[in-house]
């Protein structure tokens, strides 16, 4: 396991599922376990799978100015976030290219808290409350076990009562199996899902309690990397996965506009005065691809990185490929030419190991009108 400052405290349980615990964002994370990808995607489609998340980064902000903290590096009107809501966000830099992504709790009045992966919301937190009535807790023992698919509320109505009332985008502070924890309805899988907030010391149990009791609606535990097949289908990014710092320009620095990667959804309407949000607007129109989805002819996964081509000239490259056993279908985000981000475009795929017919196709793939995350009752 590459050498890490972060502890899990569900380290013990990954290795005896099969993981080495890889690092990601200075945690070891379960990117792996002795175990079919396959069924573990099968398993958040159509019952419920736990992982462990905890690599997220979480930072408190308290006190008067945090709100204006927080509305200064992100691009949500947090004046519309209540008590027991959340938001998701972008936050850009003086360029107006996006440079992390985060959901934003509000757990009181005066009192939020930021979840972000290896972007820089660390940074731009500390640099933004410097000098402001803020106090920033940068809280490494915190761990957010995730909870998705379609029998996640019936498991957990049985524990949390009022759980089904619980609506997209909120949250409540409560208990589990007797333990604190804050339970949001949230994910990153396109399912009905929640993520379940609870202290270090506490995690092991209720990772225990819901692996042992959970085991009768065939819930099982799911490692980090079925999520590449998770949001694929559901057109949910990875900073840098799907971004120019990992598939650059020639001749630029990194970065890319929220209008490229198909987020500027997340800047609320009438917002100015957030970081990076004049060069934000100058950009529209300026786009030099868009992310978009592929539909690939084949039997199988393309690959990362592997090539799109189209009119006997390179297009596009795709980054994070899936094949679902579940629907016979080969799928990938792709980051494509503006005039083959287009629905039905032909295109052909050049890989390593792969070279094929496929379309261009709009995403998400599964469940495009999000009727199973935002479900009610």
Known sequence: MTATWRFSALADRHRALGSRLEDWNGMG??????K?????????RTRAGLMDVSGLRKVHLVGPHAIAV?????????????PGKSVYACMLND????TEDCVVYRTGPNAW?????????????????????CAVLFDDDLHNLSLQGPLAVEYLQRHVPGIRDLR???????????????????????????EIFVRGQDAPAVWDHIVGEGAELGIIPVSFSVLDMLRVESYLLFYPYDNSQMYPFADEPPGDSLWELGLAFTVSPGKTGFRGAEEHWRLRGKERF???????????????????????????????????????RSMAIARLDVDKAVQGAPLEVRGK?????????????????KKKRTAVG
């Open 353 to 369: 190991s792969l070279a094929a017919k496929a379309i261009a196709h709009t995403i998400t793939f599964d469940d495009p009108d």
């Open 95 to 98: 360029r107006g290219h996006f």
């Open 290 to 328: 868009r992310i978009f989805g592929l539909l690939i002819d084949a039997d199988g996964p393309a690959g990362a990185g592997d090539e799109v081509w189209a009119d006997d000239r390179k297009v596009g490259v795709i980054t994070c490929p899936c094949y679902s056993k579940l629907t016979g």
């Open 113 to 133: 808290m930021l979840v972000h992966g290896s972007g820089s919301g660390h940074e731009e937190v500390v640099k933004q409350a410097a000098g402001r009535n």
């Open 29 to 34: 994370t379960a990117w792996t376990y002795d």
């Open 168 to 194: 997209y985008f909120h949250h409540i502070q409560t208990t589990l199996f007797g333990l604190p924890v804050m339970i949001s309805r949230t994910g990153y899988t396109g399912e009905r899902g929640y």
């Open 36 to 44: 079919d990808i396959y069924e573990e995607h099968a398993a958040v």
């Open 70 to 82: 927080l509305d200064a590096i992100t691009t949500r009107d947090l004046n519309k976030v209540y």
